[in-house]
Nanobody
Framework: VQLQASGGGLVQPGGSLRLSCAAS????????MGWFRQAPGKEREFVAG????????DYADSVKGRFTISRDNAKNTIYLQMNSLKPEDTAIYYC?????????????????WGQGTQVTVSS
C-alpha cells in the first residue's frame, strides 16, 4: 500500500482544514487507517483511526469533538476534517495503514506510512 497525504497548510486559530490520504493497493478496503501527527521536538502521536468499513473510529482526547475521520473505499481515500483548530494542532500529519481491519492507537501496529503534510495554525 502506498499512501499520499495532502491538504495541509496555514490556517488561523478557529479555522478548518480537511486532509486527504489517497491509497494505492488492493488491500485498502480491508485495512484500518489512521492519522498521526508530530510537532517540533515531540514524539509522533495518534490523532484518529477508522476501521475497514468506516463503521468505527477512535480519537485522541485532544481532538475529540473537533476532528472527524472518514473514508471512501470506492475512492481509496481517507479524510480528516479538522475544525476549531488551535495553535497546538500545529504539526506534520501522517496517514497510516495497517494489515488488519480494526482500529488501534499504537503506532507500531501500522505497516504503511505516507510522507506527511504540514499543518500550521497561527495568526
Amino acid at each position: 500500500v502506498q499512501l499520499q497525504a495532502s491538504g495541509g497548510g496555514l490556517v488561523q486559530p478557529g479555522g478548518s482544514l480537511r486532509l486527504s490520504c489517497a491509497a494505492s493497493g488492493r488491500t485498502f478496503s480491508s485495512s484500518a487507517m489512521g492519522w498521526f501527527r508530530q510537532a517540533p521536538g515531540k514524539e509522533r502521536e495518534f490523532v484518529a483511526g477508522i476501521n475497514w468499513s468506516g463503521g468505527s473510529s477512535d480519537y485522541a482526547d485532544s481532538v475529540k469533538g473537533r476532528f472527524t475521520i472518514s473514508r471512501d473505499n470506492a475512492k481509496n481515500t481517507i479524510y480528516l476534517q479538522m475544525n476549531s483548530l488551535k495553535p497546538e494542532d500545529t504539526a506534520i500529519y501522517y496517514c497510516a495503514a495497517r494489515i488488519g481491519m480494526y482500529v488501534t492507537t499504537q503506532e507500531r501496529e501500522y505497516d504503511y506510512w505516507g510522507q506527511g503534510t504540514q499543518v500550521t495554525v497561527s495568526s
